[in-house]
C-alpha cells in the first residue's frame, strides 16, 4: 500500500499552477488539496499519477465569500469549514447540516469542497448539493476561465467535465431565499460511510402550496442530479405525507439505479424512496 | 447447585485475585513504547505477488531485469504445508510456499520480490508479468459438491477434504416419535478477523552463530519454530521465534503462514535480514478467512416442547488449503462436536463436511464455528418457541441442562454450570415483562422493536485430550510455566503461553502475588521468545487463563512451598508457623519475619546454610493439561428495525455470564465487551463478499465492515461465578463468549422484530439488503394475495 512513484510540485501561485498543470497534465498529473480520496486510491495503486500538483500553498484559494447572491468557494476550503454556518443565509445553514455527515472529522478537516466536487464520487454530499442547488463551476487553466453548470459537469462515476488541463477554482452556489426550506438525508450502514442513497431537497411555500422544489438525490445513480419527475410531484401541493410519498415513489421510479454487492437495484430504488421522503419530512422538522 | 463464590480460596488468603487492579501491560502500550514487528529495521523487504485469478494454471512468470524475485522454482528444498488429521475420512492437500505451476484462490503468493525498501519491492512488485491460464473457479461449497465439480486437489475427491458423521444409538426410534420437527436453514456468510495490526515478519540471520531470528506477530511462537523448522529441514535451535508485542490474533494468527517460512528461507539464502509487512488488502484477500457455511438443522420436540434429537448438516467452505496446525477441520468439526450447545438433548445425528474451493484458506476465528452453531440453534429454539405458542424463554427453560455433570450426546462432558440462572437473571435484569409493553406501544407508532435472547455453553481450556479426540497430529493442550525469583527477590514466571491483548501479564501476576504473598506489579510474566519461553502453544481457544493459569498455579504452589521451608530454616521455626504476605515470610502471631528478597538470597548464596536439605536457587515449575470447562451466558439483544431501509440498531444489549472465578473482572468484562463487538460485526456487518470469478469486492476497511463505536451498544454486564472443579485456578476461559453468543441474540432480536411482517431471516451478517429483499417479497406477496 506505498503509492507508485510520482513528483510533487508545490506552485505558490494560481499562474504557477496551472502552468505546472497544463504541462503534467498529459502525464496523469493531478491537483493534490485535501487528498482524502486521491491518496488512498493512490495508496491501492488504482491511481498512479506521476505528477501531483498540490494546491495547498496557493494563494488566494481558501477565499471562501458571499456578495449578496452567490456563496463562492474556493479550493482550499476544506469541510470543515462548514461545520458553523458561513454566512447569514439558509444556504448556510443547509452547507452546515449537510456537512456534518461527511465522512468522520479528521477527513473534514483536510478533505475539499471543490476537490469532493472534482472527485466526482457519486455518493458525495457535497456533488449532491452542487446539483440540487445547480451550482457553477468555475474552471481555470492557462487556456482561459469558463463556467460549467453542475448538470453539465458531473458526468458519471468519478468523471466530469473537466479537461485535464484544468483546476476547478471555485464553486458558485445561489443564496437560498429567506423563506426556503430544506431537508437532508443519507443512508448508510456504518456512521461516516458512504451514502447507499442520500436526498437534499429544497423549496418555497407559496400561498400554503410548495414552490420551487428542487428534489436531488445522490449514491443511486451514476451522478447526483435533480429528479424533475419528484419535483412535480411536489410543485403546486400541500406539504403532507402524501405528496412526500408522492414525490418519493416518483423518485424510486425514475432513478436508473446503480448497483453492488450490497445494493442490488430492488433496494437501492427502495433507499431512494426512502431517503427522498425522510428528506422532505426533515424539511418541516 | 453449590454455592457460588466471589472469592474463593487456594490456600493463601485471596488479596489479588477477584480483584480489578489495572493491566500491567498497559502502560507501555498506551505510550507509545510498545515493540511491534514492523518496527524494526531490515536490510531487505519482500513484496509479494498474488494471483488476480481464483483458479489457473501459471503458464508463465517474467522478473524485471536485475530484480530478485523468488518463485517456485527455487524453493524446491522446502517442503509443502501438510496439516494432517488422522481422523474423518481427512484427505492430506498439500500447499507449497508460493504457488507451484497451478493458483487455487485470488491472493495466493506466486512470487517473493526482494528489495531494499518497502516501496521499491512494491514499484518491482507491480513489474512482474505473470500470465495464468484462468478456469472457472469454485467459490461456493455447494457449487463444489455438486456431481462433476471440477477437482481443487487431486487428493481430495468431490472436494471434499474431511466428513465427519455421528449418529446415536437409537436415534432413529426417538426421531419417529417427535410431536413436531422443526427446521432451520441457516447460512453464515465469510468473514475476517480483521486484527487491528495485519500480519507482518522479520528474519534475521546471525553470521556468527548461524542461527536466525524471526520475529513475527503470531499466536503461537513456538509451533511457528517447530513448523517452519521441519519445512525448511533445519534444527530448532537453530530458529528463534519472537512473538514481540501482538496487536490482536482472534485466531487469524494461530495458523501457519506460508510467507513466514519464506521469510526465514529468504533470511538463510541472504545471510541477512529480510521483513514483510502485510497491508490491509492482502489481511482482507489472503490472510485467512472464516465462518462460510450452510447448516441445516432439524430439532425433534416431544409434545411438552422438550427437544429430544437433533439432526445437523453442515457443510463448511475451508477454501484452498488446510490451515496448520488445526486443518480445515476446525470448523466443521467444533460445529459437530458442540452443536446441542447448553440443551440436554441425547440423541443426535450430524454430518459435517469441509468442502474445498478456490477461495481463501479458512482458518480459526475467535469462537470457531460457535458463533455459527449457536445462531442456528437459537433460532432453531425460536422457531420451535413459535411452533408450540411458547414465549422464546419457556422453550429454553424446558431444556437448559441443569443436572451436572452432564455427558453430552457427543461425550463430551459438561462441568457444573449456570444455564438457567443466567437466563433468569438476564430476563429479570431486562425486564421482559415492560420490554413488551413498550414494544407493542412502538409497533403503534410504526417503530419495529424486537428482543432476542441467546444461551450458551462456551468449551474452554480444553486440554490434549479434546484435540486427540479430533485426531490431530499435533495436540496442542498442555502448558509450563517457569517461576523463579532471583537473588534479590524479584519474581519472574516464563510462560508457553503467548499472550496479546489478554491481559495475562496481570491476571498471571495476580495469582503468584497471592501465593507468594507479594504485589503483583513485583512480579514479571515473560512470554513470546522461544529462546526464554518454555515450549508451549500459545494462546488461542479461551485456554490460557485456565491452562497456563494453571501451570502457573502449581508453579507458584511450588515456589511458595520452598520459601516456607527457606524462612523455617532461617527463623527457626515450624514450616506451619509460618505465612507470606506483604514480601516477608513471618512466624504467625509473632513480630519476627524474613523478607522474600533475604531468603531469595540466601538459597542463592548461602547454600551451605540449609544443610542439603534444600537445592540451591528458587526456581520451580508447573505443568497443566486439563480436560477442559464450560463457561455459560446468556446474552440479550433489543434492536430496533426500520422496514423501510432495513437497517438494525442495536438498542440495548445485556449479559448474564458466568466464567468461573474471574480472576481479575475488569479484564474480564473487556473480554466480553470486544466479543461483542466482533459478533454484532458478524450479525450485522461483516462479510467478505467473492464476485462469481473468485475475486474479493470487500479488499478495504470501507467495503470490509467492522463495527466502529458509533455502532456499539453499551453492554450491561451481571456476573455468577460458579468455581470450576474442572480447573485447578477454579476460573473458566471467556475469551469467546461475546462473539459465540451476539450473532445469535441480535438475528433473534431482528426475527422478533420482524413478527408483525411474518417475514424471518436466518442468514448472517443480516444486512439491510437482505432484511429488505425479505420485506419485499411479503409485500410482494400480500399485493398478490390482495
Known amino acids: 500500500m506505498k503509492p507508485a512513484p510520482f513528483v510533487r510540485h508545490v506552485p505558490r501561485t494560481l499562474q504557477q499552477a496551472l502552468a505546472i498543470l497544463s504541462q503534467v497534465a498529459g502525464q496523469d498529473g493531478r491537483i493534490l488539496a485535501g487528498g482524502q480520496s486521491l491518496v488512498p486510491i493512490m495508496a491501492f495503486r488504482l491511481a498512479k499519477p506521476a505528477h501531483l500538483v498540490d494546491i495547498n500553498e496557493v494563494a488566494g484559494l481558501d477565499r471562501l465569500a458571499s456578495d449578496g447572491k452567490v456563496l463562492s468557494i474556493g479550493a482550499r476550503v476544506r469541510h470543515a469549514a462548514f461545520h458553523a454556518p458561513v454566512a447569514d443565509n439558509r444556504l448556510a445553514a443547509l452547507l452546515t447540516y449537510v456537512a456534518r455527515h461527511i465522512a468522520h472529522y479528521p477527513i473534514r478537516m483536510r478533505g475539499t469542497f471543490c476537490g469532493s466536487l472534482a472527485h466526482a464520487d457519486p455518493a458525495s454530499e457535497w456533488c449532491l448539493t452542487a446539483a440540487t442547488l445547480d451550482a457553477t463551476m468555475i474552471a481555470m487553466s492557462q487556456r482561459g476561465t469558463r463556467e460549467i453548470a453542475a448538470k453539465d459537469f458531473f458526468e458519471g462515476i468519478m468523471a466530469t467535465a473537466l479537461a485535464e488541463d484544468e483546476l476547478l477554482a471555485e464553486v458558485r452556489l445561489p443564496l437560498l431565499a429567506s423563506d426556503a426550506k430544506f431537508g437532508f438525508y443519507e443512508f448508510n450502514r456504518r456512521a461516516g460511510d458512504f451514502a447507499m442513497a442520500a436526498a437534499l431537497v429544497t423549496y418555497r411555500i407559496v400561498g400554503g402550496k410548495i414552490a420551487e422544489a428542487r428534489v436531488g438525490v445522490g449514491g443511486a445513480e451514476s451522478a447526483p442530479r435533480r429528479i424533475s419527475e419528484a419535483e412535480a410531484a411536489l410543485n403546486g401541493r400541500t406539504p403532507d405525507d402524501t405528496a412526500f410519498h408522492a414525490a418519493a415513489e416518483a423518485a424510486s421510479d425514475t432513478v436508473d439505479p446503480l448497483e453492488d454487492h450490497q445494493t442490488d437495484a430492488a433496494y437501492r430504488r427502495d433507499l431512494v424512496r426512502a431517503v427522498v421522503r425522510r428528506a422532505l419530512e426533515h424539511s418541516c422538522a | ?786
Not at chain 2, 517460512?261 to 484477500?285: F, G, H, Q, Y
Not at chain 2, 422453550?395 to 437466563?423: C, H, M, V, W
Open chain 2, 1 to 786: 447447585m453449590s454455592a457460588h463464590e466471589t472469592r474463593g480460596s487456594t490456600g493463601a488468603g485471596l488479596k489479588w485475585v477477584g480483584r480489578a487492579i489495572r493491566r500491567l501491560e498497559d502502560p507501555a502500550l498506551v505510550t507509545g513504547q510498545g515493540h511491534f514487528t514492523a518496527d524494526l529495521a531490515a536490510t531487505h523487504w519482500v513484496r509479494f505477488v498474488r494471483s488476480p485469478n481464483a483458479a489457473g494454471k501459471i503458464e508463465s512468470i517474467k522478473a524485471p531485469d536485475g530484480a530478485l524475485v523468488i518463485t517456485a522454482a527455487d524453493l524446491t528444498s522446502v517442503k509443502k504445508i501438510t496439516p494432517m488429521l488422522h481422523k474423518f475420512n481427512y484427505r492430506p492437500v498439500a500447499q507449497s510456499i508460493l504457488a507451484d505451476g497451478v493458483v487455487r484462490y485470488v491472493g495466493e503468493a506466486i512470487a517473493a520480490v526482494v528489495a531494499s525498501s518497502e516501496e521499491d519491492a512494491e514499484d518491482t512488485a507491480d513489474l512482474v508479468e505473470v500470465n495464468i491460464s484462468e478456469s472457472a473457479p469454485l467459490v461456493d461449497a455447494r457449487d463444489a459438491l455438486a456431481p462433476g465439480a471440477p477437482q481443487i486437489h487431486a487428493e481430495a475427491p468431490g472436494n471434499v477434504i474431511l466428513k465427519g458423521e455421528i449418529k446415536t444409538a437409537g436415534f432413529d426410534d426417538v426421531w419417529a416419535s417427535a410431536a413436531k420437527i422443526v427446521r432451520i436453514d441457516a447460512r453464515s456468510h465469510r468473514q475476517n478477523a480483521t486484527p487491528m495490526e495485519a500480519r507482518a515478519a522479520h528474519a534475521a540471520y546471525d553470521k556468527a552463530s548461524g542461527r536466525v531470528t524471526l520475529t513475527c506477530t503470531t499466536q503461537m511462537p513456538h509451533l511457528m519454530r517447530t513448523a517452519i523448522a521441519d519445512l525448511l529441514g533445519m534444527r530448532e535451535s537453530d530458529l528463534r521465534v519472537i512473538a514481540p508485542d501482538v496487536g490482536g490474533g482472534f485466531g487469524q494468527k494461530m495458523s501457519l503462514c506460508a510467507e513466514y517460512v519464506l521469510l526465514v528461507w529468504l533470511a538463510c539464502k541472504l545471510k541477512s535480514s529480510v521483513a514483510w509487512t502485510e497491508d490491509r488488502r492482502e489481511n482482507l484477500i489472503a490472510s485467512f478467512h472464516s465462518r462460510d457455511q450452510y447448516i441445516t438443522l432439524e430439532g425433534a420436540f416431544d409434545a411438552n416442547a422438550k427437544l429430544i434429537a437433533l439432526r445437523a448438516d453442515v457443510v463448511s467452505n475451508v477454501g484452498a488449503y488446510s490451515c496448520f496446525p488445526t486443518t480445515s477441520g476446525v470448523e466443521p468439526l467444533m460445529a459437530m462436536a458442540e452443536m446441542p450447545g447448553p440443551y440436554d438433548v441425547q440423541q443426535y445425528q450430524c454430518l459435517a463436511r469441509g468442502v474445498l474451493t478456490n477461495t481463501c484458506t479458512m482458518a480459526a476465528y475467535r469462537g470457531v464455528s460457535r458463533p455459527i452453531i449457536t445462531f442456528t440453534l437459537e433460532r432453531l429454539m425460536d422457531k420451535a418457541a413459535k411452533a408450540f405458542a411458547l414465549d422464546p424463554v419457556d422453550i429454553r427453560r424446558r431444556n437448559l441442562i441443569d443436572k451436572f455433570p452432564y455427558t453430552s450426546a457427543t461425550g463430551l462432558i459438561y462441568d457444573e454450570a449456570t444455564y438457567r440462572q443466567t437466563l433468569e437473571m438476564a430476563v429479570h435484569e431486562i425486564d421482559l415483562p415492560a420490554f413488551r409493553a413498550q414494544q407493542k406501544e412502538a409497533r403503534k407508532q410504526g417503530h419495529y422493536l424486537g428482543i432476542g435472547f441467546a444461551t450458551f455453553s462456551e468449551r474452554t481450556g480444553y486440554g490434549s485430550p479434546a484435540f486427540a479426540a479430533r485426531g490431530m497430529a499435533i495436540t496442542p493442550g498442555w502448558e509450563t510455566v517457569h517461576v523463579s525469583v532471583d537473588p534479590s527477590g524479584f519474581v519472574e514466571a516464563r510462560i508457553g503461553s503467548s499472550p496479546h491483548g489478554q491481559g495475562l501479564r496481570t491476571t498471571l501476576a495476580q495469582i503468584i502475588a497471592d501465593e507468594l504473598g507479594i504485589p503483583p506489579d513485583l512480579i514479571k510474566v515473560v512470554h513470546g521468545d522461544t529462546d526464554t519461553a518454555p515450549y508451549g502453544w500459545g494462546t488461542f481457544a479461551s485456554r490460557s487463563l485456565v491452562i497456563s493459569g494453571g501451570a502457573t498455579l502449581i508453579a507458584a504452589r511450588k515456589v511458595r512451598a520452598k520459601l516456607i521451608k527457606i524462612a523455617s530454616h532461617m527463623l527457626e521455626a515450624a514450616e506451619s508457623d509460618i505465612v507470606l504476605e506483604d514480601g516477608q515470610a513471618k512466624i504467625a502471631g509473632t513480630d519476627r519475619s524474613v523478607t522474600v528478597a533475604a531468603m531469595a538470597r540466601e538459597i542463592y548464596t548461602q547454600t551451605h546454610r540449609f544443610k542439603g536439605e534444600l537445592e540451591p536457587g528458587l526456581s520451580e515449575s508447573g505443568t497443566y493439561d486439563p480436560p477442559g470447562t464450560f463457561s455459560n451466558a446468556c446474552h440479550v439483544a433489543i434492536v430496533q428495525l426500520d422496514p423501510e431501509t432495513g437497517f438494525v440498531k442495536v438498542e440495548r444489549y445485556l449479559v448474564a455470564e458466568d466464567a468461573g472465578r474471574i480472576i481479575n473482572p475488569m479484564i474480564a468484562d473487556g473480554q466480553v465487551h470486544g466479543g461483542i463487538a466482533q459478533g454484532i460485526g458478524n450479525a450485522l456487518l461483516e462479510e467478505i463478499v467473492y464476485d462469481y470469478d473468485g475475486g474479493v469486492l470487500t479488499a478495504n476497511l470501507a467495503d470490509y465492515m467492522p463495527p466502529t463505536a458509533h455502532e456499539m451498544p453499551h453492554v450491561e454486564l451481571h456476573h455468577m461465578e460458579t468455581p470450576s472443579t474442572q480447573s485447578i485456578t477454579k476460573a473458566k476461559g471467556l475469551g469467546e463468549g461475546g462473539t459465540i453468543g451476539a450473532p445469535a441474540a441480535v438475528l433473534n432480536a431482528i426475527n422478533d422484530a420482524l413478527t408483525p411482517f411474518n417475514v424471518e431471516i436466518d442468514i448472517i451478517p443480516a444486512t439491510p439488503q437482505r432484511i429488505r429483499a425479505a420485506l419485499r417479497k411479503a409485500e410482494q406477496a400480500a399485493k398478490k394475495t390482495a
